[in-house]
């Protein structure tokens, strides 16, 4: 939706109001002026309200994708309106954790509404003991675990979590050196699973 397609939208400052006394009661000049108030109206409109556009919580959702820009973000167009809008709002944080455990974990959160714990296989460890034994290789894997979030009730369904969605983010954040495997659990690492009974 262009913001010139708002029909009748009328002008905070009309122009014909704004020329001296002489064209007040001239018809040709009020018409003439009225004319590109029908123009201008939508300049000024979106003038008067720019920092809502500038804000990711208000912003017209066909101005989201321009936002993310800014901010250097992709936002899926197949996302909510509401995620998206929240990843364009997190996306400095996010910028600021890019490449971390932290980061990853917070993506993940934030895009596809699970827990997780990052195990990174990178090898890079040291010690404070001279002579230290050398520590394994690395396993050259980052092993993502995800858990659902759970309701008010406590529970969290395994199978809400978007599995192919999870992937590809982790994917996309994994280093190149380095292959990622995903694996989603019932609940968090080291909590007893709970059986029915």
Do not use: K
């Not at 395994?158 to 050196?177: F, G, I, N």
């Amino acid at each position: 939706m262009t913001r010139a397609a708002v029909p009748g939208l009328p002008s905070r400052y009309p122009i014909g109001e704004l020329l001296p006394a002489l064209y007040a009661d001239d018809d040709l000049a009020q018409r003439f002026t009225a004319g590109l108030d029908t123009v201008l109206a939508p300049v000024l409109s979106t003038l008067d309200n720019l920092p809502a556009y500038v804000d990711p919580a208000l912003a017209p959702a066909d101005f989201l994708p321009w936002l993310a820009s800014w901010v250097g973000v992709e936002a899926d167009p197949a996302w909510p309106v509401e995620l998206r809008r929240a990843v364009v709002a997190h996306a400095v944080d996010l910028h600021r954790w890019r490449g971390t455990r932290r980061g990853l974990v917070e993506r993940l959160r934030l895009v596809c509404g699970v827990h997780a714990e990052v195990r990174d296989g990178g090898g890079a460890t040291w010690s404070a003991e001279p002579g230290a034994a050398l520590p394994p290789p690395p396993t050259g894997e980052l092993l993502v675990r995800v858990w659902p979030v759970r309701g008010p009730d406590g529970a969290g369904r395994v199978d809400a979590v978007d599995v192919h969605r999870v992937v590809e983010v982790a994917t996309a954040s994994c280093p190149a050196h380095l292959t990622c495997r995903v694996e989603v659990l019932p609940g968090p690492p080291g909590e007893p699973e709970q059986t029915g009974g």
